[in-house]
């Protein structure tokens, strides 16, 4: 077996594959949801039996990316992960407009992420599941914040990934991890029903008893009530605070789906002690 790298090598590594990754989920985050749209607009016309629309093509590869504003294709110097961002002070190079600081932000947060994953669990196979894992919860967060969105293409894979670590490198954990993705879809499903009954609204979309369904798969059903706990009171404060603050926000829908990904990363990356504090707290 190949020697692992030395720290000195490993750490410097790990923040650039983090940046290139998360430079990457950036246009994931962007596309991915626009293409949704495409093909199901494509969908409904094939249903009405329109004829069907002739445009260029669109995919996480094409077309190269471009100034939100202007649409000029950015300069290869200029798309440096984090580093293209803060040359142009978060601005256009040719008509100075505002670049959102969601590139540089994502991009950097690939790179914290690959830093505590290598920290907490070491330069292993295992580890590398996990900061897929994140990558993946780190997505899920940003398209729903932008669209309220969370897309099958990426929890359900999720899921399943979820599973096979488990039967990969925990296969006596495969039984919980499988009462974990059912018990986490099954307690949205009734919160949504209930809530619905209750008052006649929705409170949630489809996507987020998918993606609780996918940590439980990650997780085991033992940490789903500490999930729950962490996501709901973290979006109980985050809510009140920003309703209270930002006019615009006031009585607007928040996603839940961020929150979801917050107490997936903590429980992903840390949740043995912090379980072991929960359940001391509640025994």
Not at 60 to 77: D, G, K, N
């Amino acid at each position: 077996m190949p020697l692992d790298p030395p720290p000195a090598i490993l750490w410097p590594l790990a923040v650039v594959l983090g940046l290139c990754l998360g430079s990457f989920l950036n246009v994931v985050i962007v596309r991915l949801p626009v293409m949704l749209m495409l093909n199901w607009r494509a969908e409904a016309r094939e249903s009405l039996e329109l004829p069907d629309e002739t445009r260029p093509r669109f995919n996480l590869v094409v077309p190269r990316s471009i100034c939100p504003t202007c649409e000029t294709p950015i300069a290869w110097h200029d798309n440096l992960p984090l580093f293209g961002w803060l040359k142009r002070r978060g601005r256009c190079a040719t008509c100075n407009a505002r670049i959102s600081p969601q590139y540089p932000l994502v991009e950097l947060a690939g790179g914290v992420l690959a830093l505590a994953v290598l920290a907490l669990h070491g330069a292993t196979l295992q580890a590398l599941f996990l900061y897929g894992a994140c990558l993946s919860l780190l997505a899920l967060a940003v398209i729903d914040l932008r669209t309220q969105l969370l897309p099958d293409l990426i929890t359900l894979p999720l899921l399943w990934a979820g599973l096979l670590y488990q039967l990969i490198f925990q296969p006596l954990m495969l039984p919980d991890a499988v009462i974990g993705a059912m018990a986490g879809y099954l307690a949205l499903w009734s919160f949504y029903w209930l809530f619905k009954l209750a008052t006649g609204k929705e409170g949630m979309g489809f996507g987020d008893f998918k993606l609780l369904a996918a940590l439980g798969a990650w997780l085991g059903w033992q940490y789903l009530p500490m999930v729950l706990i962490l996501s709901a009171g973290t979006g109980a404060f985050v809510g009140v605070i920003a309703q209270a603050t930002v006019p615009r926000l006031h009585g607007a829908p928040m996603p839940f789906g961020p929150f979801l990904a917050v107490a997936g990363w903590v429980a992903l990356l840390v949740g043995e002690p912090l379980m072991a504090l929960y359940l001391g707290l509640v025994t």
